[in-house]
């Protein structure tokens, strides 16, 4: 499942023993998800769990094409610790650089929405770059130390 990208591993560091080392399942394609799960539009409309997890996939996905045009070599893991802090998406440039990304469908943004990043850039220690996240609102806004929350949309918008 890791070959066709369908498993994504933890990400860990061996000094961490309070981290969950399971991997996370996507499945490549939202519409193909969406059919074997027999939702329609207006189905998946109601059910706002399911649509989170399917724009997190979308994400992950639209993520890793993306960095598919880089010169670099990104690799791409979760992060979930024993205490329920989550990061969707860790994204890692080698030794040196690692980022976070979380997924809301919610059109706000607080505090409590960088839980997940700080445990990661507290975990990464010198090697954090930067956490975001990814929203379905209008701004980009700083929440201090290296996190913003950034509109969804910004993915496509050419800086």
Request: aromatic share 8%; hydrophobic share 45%.
């Amino acid at each position: 499942m890791d070959r066709v990208n369908l498993a994504r591993p933890p990400w860990h560091s061996n000094r961490l023993s309070r981290l969950i080392k399971t991997p996370k399942l996507h499945l490549g394609d939202t519409g193909l998800a969406s059919a074997l799960l027999g939702v329609d539009p207006i189905a998946l409309g109601a059910d706002r769990p399911l649509l989170g997890q399917l724009l997190e996939t979308f994400v992950f996905q639209e993520l890793q094409r993306q960095a598919s045009w880089s010169e670099e070599r990104l690799t791409f893991f979760h992060f979930r610790d024993k205490d329920g802090a989550e990061v969707d998406i860790v994204i890692e440039r080698g030794a040196q650089a690692l980022a976070g990304v979380e997924v809301k469908l919610g059109a706000t943004v607080t505090t409590a929405d960088f839980r997940g990043l700080r445990k990661l850039r507290d975990a990464a220690s010198k090697r954090w770059t930067a956490g975001v996240v990814l929203y379905d609102g209008e701004t980009i806004a700083s929440f201090g130390d290296g996190l913003y929350a950034v509109p969804v949309r910004a993915m496509w918008e050419s800086v």
